[in-house]
């Protein structure tokens, strides 16, 4: 079982910063693919962004590439999600989620496939 954490959500004006932090616990941190998603009301819940267990490496939704960046600290066990110049449409229940690393070179990217959730926090930007 890994226990995931969220905190850093807030409101926020728009072209603000933020940093949202995910703290693991319960399996090796180093052996997790970890995650970001985003759910807006009304909307279902999206990919984000997603750091790789094998070398860190990121990947990005489209629409976040930019202003967006996911990492890591294995020796935190903790994921971040930088926020940059948030827009209003940024606004959403943001969740860190993780799953055991299987190959060392995939991405992923859909809900399913990831076996552990946090219980999310909410990311308010206002015009």
């Known amino acids: 079982q890994v226990q995931l954490v969220e905190s850093g959500g807030g409101l926020v004006q728009a072209g603000d910063s933020l940093r949202l932090s995910c703290a693991a616990s319960g399996r090796a941190f180093e052996t997790l693919d970890m995650a970001w998603f985003r759910q807006a009301p009304g909307k279902e819940r999206e990919f984000v962004a997603t750091v790789r267990w094998s070398d860190s490496s990121p990947y990005y939704v489209d629409s976040v590439k930019g202003r967006f960046t996911i990492s890591r600290d294995n020796a935190k066990n903790t994921v971040y999600l930088q926020i940059h110049s948030l827009k209003p449409e940024d606004t959403a229940v943001y969740y860190c989620?993780?799953?055991?690393?299987?190959?060392?070179?995939?991405?992923?990217?859909?809900?399913?496939?990831?076996?552990?959730w946090g219980q999310g926090t909410q990311v308010t930007v206002s015009p």
């Open positions: 989620a993780a799953r055991q690393g299987e190959g060392r070179y995939v991405y992923y990217t859909q809900v399913k496939a990831y076996d552990y």
